[in-house]
């Protein structure tokens, strides 16, 4: 079964957008407007017959082959990795081009239009709003200001699950400060 390229185009034709077909590479490629990334670029590419998916955006941070914060960097993209769903990031050494990718296999299962679309969308959400400003800063800085809206959403999830419990955790850290068994830091 697996996917082929004119499912994914219809998909892109429900969604209105524009791509081309690359045949030799099997491949569609388009774009989306973003805030934080100049030349937006999405190729939708299949492999092993339709059995293996993928959706990535090339050359997404440019200049970090030779940069003075390179480790910290490609740490922060590990990072993104590690805090987010279905995102991973590729760092080709040879020429220092970095992509972020959604990739899996399909097999004997369908792509449907709905997982078509969360891809996608997570792909492009996750990088424009999330990944960018934060890999920006980076390389302006060398230190990665961590996710904060991460930690936001982690104090909000436990607010909802557990109504006073960060009250109550206020508390026993500002009890065990007057302790002296806390250290402000």
């Given at each position: 079964m697996g996917a082929n390229l004119k499912q994914i185009a219809n998909y892109l034709d429900n969604l209105g957008w524009e791509y081309r077909f690359d045949q030799e590479?099997?491949?569609?490629?388009?774009?989306?407007?973003?805030?934080?990334?100049?030349?937006?670029?999405?190729?939708?590419?299949?492999?092993?017959d339709g059995k293996f998916f993928r959706v990535f955006a090339p050359q997404v941070l440019a200049g970090v082959k030779e940069?003075?914060?390179?480790?910290?960097?490609?740490?922060?993209?590990?990072?993104?990795s590690w805090e987010t769903k279905m995102l991973q990031w590729e760092y080709d050494p040879?020429?220092?081009?970095?992509?972020?990718?959604i990739e899996f296999p399909l097999e004997d299962s369908i792509l449907t239009e709905r997982q078509f679309h969360r891809c996608l969308s997570g792909l492009i959400q996750v990088v424009d709003s999330v990944a960018l400003p934060r890999l920006q800063q980076v390389m302006e800085t060398g230190e990665d200001p961590g996710n904060i809206e991460l930690g936001e959403r982690l104090?909000?999830?436990?607010?909802?699950?557990?109504?006073?419990?960060?009250?109550?955790?206020?508390?026993?850290i500002e009890a065990r400060k007057r302790r002296g068994s806390f250290s402000d830091e």
């Amino acid at each position: 079964m697996g996917a082929n390229l004119k499912q994914i185009a219809n998909y892109l034709d429900n969604l209105g957008w524009e791509y081309r077909f690359d045949q030799e590479e099997d491949r569609i490629i388009t774009g989306v407007e973003a805030d934080h990334l100049e030349d937006f670029l999405i190729v939708v590419q299949l492999d092993e017959d339709g059995k293996f998916f993928r959706v990535f955006a090339p050359q997404v941070l440019a200049g970090v082959k030779e940069h003075p914060y390179k480790a910290s960097i490609l740490q922060t993209m590990l990072a993104i990795s590690w805090e987010t769903k279905m995102l991973q990031w590729e760092y080709d050494p040879s020429d220092g081009e970095i992509r972020a990718i959604i990739e899996f296999p399909l097999e004997d299962s369908i792509l449907t239009e709905r997982q078509f679309h969360r891809c996608l969308s997570g792909l492009i959400q996750v990088v424009d709003s999330v990944a960018l400003p934060r890999l920006q800063q980076v390389m302006e800085t060398g230190e990665d200001p961590g996710n904060i809206e991460l930690g936001e959403r982690l104090l909000l999830s436990i607010q909802e699950e557990a109504p006073g419990l960060l009250d109550l955790l206020e508390k026993a850290i500002e009890a065990r400060k007057r302790r002296g068994s806390f250290s402000d830091e």
